[in-house]
């Protein structure tokens, strides 16, 4: 029976839906993480009658036809890369865009990766690293008598060396924007890779046409809003429990059949 197969499509679709969900709100504290969205689309269908075919010799046409679908598939997983809400740590370490574009790390294999999360720290050797260790482009070092660090909108980082009254300019942090940012490849650890789908990385300077600015002392929270994707999640469990319920009544129709062929 036809029905089994397309309620089971429905029903590993919404398994599918129900795990993007529960990522979600499991990243619902990590810092810079984009939400993401279950799409579907419907399957193959059956021409039993044709639509537009002639249905008599004089050329009247049919109307509508009759199609029947073979059920439902997963089509993507879409990252929604809104602005998440900024959170003050009265760190200075601690770096926010407002806006768009991401942070250039250089990762230990020489490649380079992209991140929202600016929750960055001091190497060893005084520079500007990620969590993880990796250099944020395009590498700046902070020298170890420097008594404040200070990094303004536009993504100029200064620091206060002890025995001078002047500011001394230690860098200028960029931004890379992507023509298609849901395109990226997410490997974990809040950084992403660019792939043929997210375009070549175009670089910009915080606070110029098309970039977002730095905001220092805070950190981007995620953009997951707890309570719409409990809505989801509870529309997902009602669509998965209502293909059961097709399941269901197709075998009851099925062992109906069943006796009829045995009496």
Do not use: H, W
Not at 10 to 23: F, Y
Not at 125 to 149: F, K, R, S
Not at 162 to 184: D, H, I, K, Y
Request: charged share 10%; no cysteine.
């Amino acid at each position: 029976m036809r029905a089994l197969s397309i309620a089971a499509t429905g029903m590993l679709a919404q398994q599918t839906n129900v795990e993007v969900i529960a990522n979600n709100l499991a990243n619902m504290n990590t810092t810079g993480y984009k939400r993401q969205r279950a799409e579907f689309q419907d399957l193959l269908y059956q021409n039993v009658a044709q639509v537009g075919a002639q249905s008599s010799d004089s050329g009247t046409i049919v109307p509508s036809g009759i199609q029947l679908g073979s059920g439902v598939r997963t089509a993507a997983v879409y990252r929604v890369t809104s602005q998440g809400e900024l959170q003050s740590t009265s760190n200075p370490y601690d770096l926010a865009i407002e806006g768009p574009g991401y942070f250039r790390i250089q990762q230990p294999n020489g490649t380079d990766a992209y991140t929202r999360a600016g929750n960055f720290a001091l190497s060893p050797e005084g520079q500007i690293v990620t969590d993880q260790g990796y250099t944020v482009a395009p590498g700046i070092a902070v020298p170890a008598n420097a008594l404040t660090v200070t990094v303004n909108a536009q993504g100029q980082v200064q620091a206060t060396v002890a025995g001078q009254t002047a500011p001394q300019t230690l860098g200028q942090l960029e931004l890379v924007r992507f023509p298609n940012e849901s395109g990226l490849q997410a490997m974990g650890s809040n950084l992403f890779l660019e792939t043929p789908s997210s375009g070549s990385p175009q670089s910009g300077l915080p606070g110029s046409p098309g970039y977002g600015t730095i905001q220092q002392d805070f950190l981007e929270t995620a953009n997951v809003n707890p309570v719409e994707e409990m809505t989801t999640l509870i529309s997902a469990q009602r669509a998965y429990e209502m293909n059961s319920k097709v399941v269901t009544a197709s075998d009851d129709m099925l062992q109906t059949t069943a006796r009829m062929g045995g009496t």
